[in-house]
């Protein structure tokens, strides 16, 4: 063909190339998804089957010509039965494995290695413990379970990366985690897939997926500087929270160490657990916020401080909490056992293989 | 092949010398009118209007779509079209569709009555109609709207600077007459039932629209009250949706899909209504099971109102409440199975022929099936993160409501066209519109399942290249389709001038509303039918039409 039009056949030469029909697998979780779609597509060909062959068949077996008059059946309670009771037991069957595999996209393990991503019109901004700091370009290693905390600082977004089957909103005012573990390295599409104003489909980038190995080079060569932890601890003094949360006998904000994930006594009387959303929370909105013992004399921080310095205040308030930091360290020296077992066997990362 | 059609001898048949059609004439007649069945002309030829409207903004989506660039439109124009193609195909034509035209033409008629309950709430509700249509267009004509049909806040209160308030207050407009048709429904159906028609003499149809009836009801005036939050925060700066002003943006997606939910049902019951009435007529038999499929009805309305949170499974929602209305939305599936099961059963040993409206209603059961099932796939929890706000929602999306709604809507129009108007269209080239259709429903939207489980986002203007094959085949499918929809649009106007006369039963059906003239009188009935034979009755339709030769002759 390609002597009688070469355009024609550029054209489709390009097409097929194009060609895709199955979004790769590249994350742990990705071959469960697939086995449940699979099994989903089975049960809705076999519905459909069934329902074709009933209405086929009795169209031709009973068309007019063949069979002139109809035969009036005024029901089954049987079969009503046997059509209610099937596909429910099978609808059930997907509702049970499709929870189980909910729970598993939307609770990481303990010890994931957390990284932030902040939504806003129209780009994401991704910012590493170590201090990276990446817009639409999100790197990460295999073989490591990484937790991404999402916050919109204007409207919904979607955080969406289809060669690991999971997605999650990121919603203004409220951190939403979503976790996985990468287990192909190559580069794979990051979509903003819900709707966000004028350049939504431009919300768009690449998921850069390395050994271990490329990993901590990459992080070696892309640092800031200053971790997150870090510039929180700056930031802390900068905008003058030390001048009350200093730790001593006398201060009159309650002190932060070992405070991150403990349960916490409001003057209201009610309890909450001090986690990432309670700290942002209560640095936005403190009169709400008030530990038992303590005067409501703290100002408000809302359209201070944006939402990544809330993420380095966060972090900082974290690190402060020595259980938290042991598993900070855990975590590196899982990236660098991961590192040994692959030692030898690099591949080469960015770009590797398209999906 | 045989047919069950059986028109009058052409060479002396006339149309009845009195019918609502002629009772008066002139534009007055017609805009104060309180007969049901000018009022579904009314909104016959509106929606037509504006499902034309929907239909180009659809084609431009699809031309859009055609390379992965945002080439043929700016990305703000892009999203103002696949926005106003949702607003009007939903609110302006899905919603009204079968209800308001032929449901409004037939309700009276088939439970034996001489008009609705309220007639002139009936015209008021088209009046509603026109100004949330006259709304929407004012909308588009002053610069459109971009926030999709859905309204996300705080996108739509605080992000953009169309013309959101006006948009929303044309749904809001639109929401109050289809309130009025579900009130005016409702008490018809409890009051004006004729002598001897109990609840199970009555017609499935009947049912189905009692169902969509209750929904109407309950579920508008969560949306107009949502609607109204919105135009507040967004003109007067109330902070109910917006985070930074206090507000909470998940209230408004509860807010929003407790009634966009089950709106999906009012769009689709009365198309299962349809179907049944269709089914039952070119099989000779009555419906399989009808107490099933008239009780399915309802229990759809029910469990509709409690499975609005699936569409919020990854928005933050607690994870156990995301359970619970994963379990709700797999009950709700079941009573539509329950329906497509019957409807394949009626089948069995009838006598069946292949008019158009029965090839549109097997169209409809095989694209509603598909439809229904891939909704398990989004109804479980996680699969639904992986499809969801992706073209697999989309696919879905339109394979029941375009694949099954405007399909039983169709065949709703062909079934009941020649009592509406008193003349057939020709049959030949009806029966190719609804095959053209069916073919490019397939190759329009069956690729967009693939697309979405490639992870291909909706509301894309640009997209990455190795997405476009299949995005070729849904704009080539669109074109089929395309033509599908413009041929009714040409023989239907065609016949009211030229067509066969149809006579009182050209389908041979039980109906009572086949048992009149058509076109029907003004007063519908002479005389008050009394009801003695359960609906789908054949026998006594055989013995009536037997008695009339032996008077006659």
């Known amino acids: 063909m390609s002597h009688i039009s070469p355009v024609l056949w550029e054209f489709l030469v390009h097409w097929l190339k194009n060609f895709a029909i199955f979004p790769p697998e590249a994350s742990t979780i990705a071959p469960y998804a697939d086995a449940l779609y699979f099994a989903l597509v089975g049960m809705t060909v076999t519905g459909l089957a069934l329902v074709m062959t009933m209405v086929l068949v009795f169209s031709i077996r009973y068309r007019k010509e063949r069979h002139p008059e109809a035969v009036q059946i005024e029901g089954s309670t049987l079969l009503e039965a046997t059509w209610t009771l099937i596909p429910l037991g099978i609808f059930l069957v997907f509702f049970v ?131 997150l932890a870090q510039n929180g601890e700056r930031l802390f003094a900068s905008v003058g929270c030390n001048a009350c949360h200093n730790g001593s006998a006398t201060a009159r904000g309650p002190n932060l160490a070992n405070v991150y994930n403990t349960r916490i006594r409001l003057t209201d009387g009610s309890t909450a657990i001090a986690n990432e959303a309670y700290l942002r929370e209560a640095i936005l909105a403190p009169s709400m916020h008030v530990p038992a013992g303590y005067a409501q004399i703290m100002p408000t921080y809302q359209g201070q401080i944006s939402e990544d310095g809330l993420i380095d205040l966060v972090e900082y308030i974290k690190s402060l909490d020595s259980n938290y930091r042991i598993q900070q360290m855990l975590n590196k020296s899982q990236i660098s056992s991961a590192q040994a077992s692959t030692e030898g066997k690099t591949v080469p990362a960015q770009g590797a293989a398209k999906p | 092949m045989s047919t069950i059609v059986s028109l009058p001898d052409q060479s002396t048949a006339k149309l009845p010398a009195k019918s609502y059609l002629n009772q008066e004439y002139g534009l007055k007649s017609w805009l104060l009118t309180g007969d049901h069945k000018r009022i579904a002309m009314l909104y016959l030829f509106s929606i037509t209007f504006f499902f034309v409207i929907g239909g180009v903004l659809a084609g431009l989506i699809r031309l859009e779509l055609l390379t992965p660039p945002a080439d043929l439109m700016a990305t703000d124009t892009y999203n103002k079209v696949f926005s106003m193609h949702g607003i009007i195909m939903i609110f302006l034509f899905l919603v009204p569709s079968v209800p308001a035209t032929i449901g409004n033409f037939l309700i009276p008629l088939m439970v034996g009555a001489r008009d609705l309950a309220f007639p002139k709430i009936n015209l008021l509700s088209w009046y509603l109609y026109m100004g949330g249509g006259l709304l929407v267009l004012a909308t588009m004509v002053l610069g459109g709207v971009d926030t999709g049909w859905t309204f996300t806040t705080p996108l739509s209160t605080h992000y953009l600077n169309t013309h959101v308030v006006t948009a929303a207050m044309g749904i809001f407009l639109a929401g109050f007459s289809s309130i009025f048709t579900g009130l005016n429904f409702i008490v018809t159906i409890h009051r004006m039932r004729c002598p001897g028609m109990t609840w199970f003499r009555l017609p499935l149809f009947v049912w189905g629209h009692y169902a969509t009836s209750i929904i109407m009801i309950l579920g508008t005036p969560v949306l107009a009250i949502t609607l109204v939050l919105v135009a507040l925060e967004r003109t ?318």
């Open chain 1, 97 to 227: 494995w499709g929870a189980l595999l909910y729970f598993r996209v939307f609770n990481p393990p303990p010890n994931s290695m957390n990284i932030y991503v902040v939504g806003k019109q129209w780009m994401w901004k991704v910012e590493h413990q170590g201090g990276q700091h990446e817009i639409n370009a999100l790197h990460i290693p295999t073989g490591v379970p990484i937790q991404v905390t999402l916050i919109s600082q204007d409207v919904f977004h979607s955080f969406s990366i289809p060669a690991f089957r999971v997605k999650r909103e990121a919603i203004p005012g409220r951190y939403t985690t979503v976790y996985f573990e990468a287990t192909t390295p190559g580069k794979y599409h990051l979509f903003c897939t819900q709707y966000c104003g004028t350049n939504h489909s431009a919300m768009i980038g690449w998921v850069y997926v390395m050994t271990p190995a490329d990993y901590s080079a990459w992080e070696a060569g892309n640092t800031s500087g200053a971790s």
């Open chain 2, 236 to 553: 007067m700066n109330i902070g109910v949706f917006d985070p930074s002003k206090g507000g909470d943006p998940l209230l408004f997606q509860h807010l929003f899909w407790f009634y966009s939910h089950p709106a999906v049902y009012i769009m689709i019951l009365p198309g299962m209504a349809v179907i049944s009435e269709v089914i039952s007529t070119f099989s000779r038999k009555r419906v399989f099971g009808y107490t099933a499929v008239a009780f399915s009805s309802v229990a759809i309305a029910v469990f509709g109102f409690l499975v609005w949170e699936h569409h919020m499974f990854i928005m933050g929602v607690s994870q156990y409440s995301a359970l619970v209305f994963s379990l709700l939305t797999m009950l709700v599936a079941v009573p539509s199975a329950i329906k497509i099961f019957n409807w394949s059963m009626t089948l069995y040993k009838g006598s069946i022929t292949f008019e158009t409206p029965m090839l549109y209603a097997f169209g409809f059961i095989g694209l509603f099936t598909i439809g229904g099932l891939t909704g398990i796939f989004l109804a479980t929890l996680g699969m639904d993160v992986h499809l969801t706000e992706t073209y697999f929602i989309v696919a879905h999306f339109h394979f029941v409501m375009v694949g099954g709604m405007l399909m039983a809507y169709l065949a709703g129009v062909h079934f009941w066209w020649p009592k509406m108007t008193g003349r057939m269209y020709p049959e030949a080239i009806s029966k190719t519109a609804a095959v053209i259709t069916f073919i490019g429903f397939i190759v329009t939207f069956f690729p967009q399942f693939i697309l979405g489980y490639l992870g291909m986002p909706r509301r894309y203007a640009a997209y990455p290249a190795d997405f476009q094959v299949l995005n070729v085949f849904s704009t080539a499918g669109a074109s089929i389709l395309g033509i599908g929809y413009l041929l009714p649009m040409l023989y239907l106007p065609w016949s009211l001038k030229y067509g066969e006369i149809a006579g009182d039963n050209p389908w041979q059906a039980t109906g009572l509303e086949w048992q009149i003239q058509s076109p029907p009188l003004t007063e519908n009935f002479s005389e008050i039918p009394i009801m003695d034979h359960e609906a789908y009755d054949y026998e006594w339709l055989a013995n009536k039409t037997h008695h009339e030769v032996q008077t006659v002759g």
